[in-house]
């Protein structure tokens, strides 16, 4: 082939890759706090619900008041060095959640990249969760 066909190629197989990183976008899912309490009725351990929640909001935060069922609060800005503390297999099902949902689609899509493959962004997150008159509880000390 002369060089012009393949540099026409590799254009065109750029285009391609850029076009199907668009048409993909995001490959988290969203889920609505309505959804999260129905499964969170369920119960509370990690083996009734099927997931593990993780609060992404700062450990102030976290203590001032959280989501009853959380397993564990990871400072979104932490994910990616401390996701294996989450202790889920890239199968497993990661929920997570913020104040306002911001940085839980930051997180979500983190642990997106790293390979988990069904991570769960809570929409509107614990202001949300207030707002619909849901629970909320203070960690454990």
């Known amino acids: 082939m002369t ?4 540099n026409v190629l590799g254009c065109l197989l750029a285009i391609v ?3 199907s990183d668009l048409a993909h976008g995001y490959h ?8 999260l309490h129905s499964a969170l009725s369920k119960g509370l351990s990690k083996e009734e619900k099927g997931f593990i929640l993780v ?11 959280m989501i009853p ?8 800005r932490e994910i990616k060095a401390r996701h294996r503390e989450i202790g889920a297999q890239f ?9 306002s949902g911001r940085r839980s689609n930051i997180a979500a899509e ?14 509107g997150s ?6 619909a008159g849901f629970p909320v509880q203070r960690p454990e000390r």
């Open 17 to 19: 890759f850029v076009i």
């Open 55 to 65: 609060d992404v909001r700062t450990p102030e935060e976290h203590r001032a008041g």
């Open 126 to 131: 614990m202001n949300a969760w207030i707002e």
């Open 91 to 99: 199968d497993d099902h990661v929920v997570v959640y913020c104040q």
């Open 110 to 123: 983190t642990l997106a990249d790293l390979g988990y493959r069904h991570v769960y962004n809570v929409s």
């Open 3 to 6: 060089r012009a066909v393949m």
């Open 69 to 76: 069922g959380t397993d564990l609060n990871i400072d979104f």
């Open 28 to 35: 988290s899912y969203l889920l609505t706090v309505q959804q």
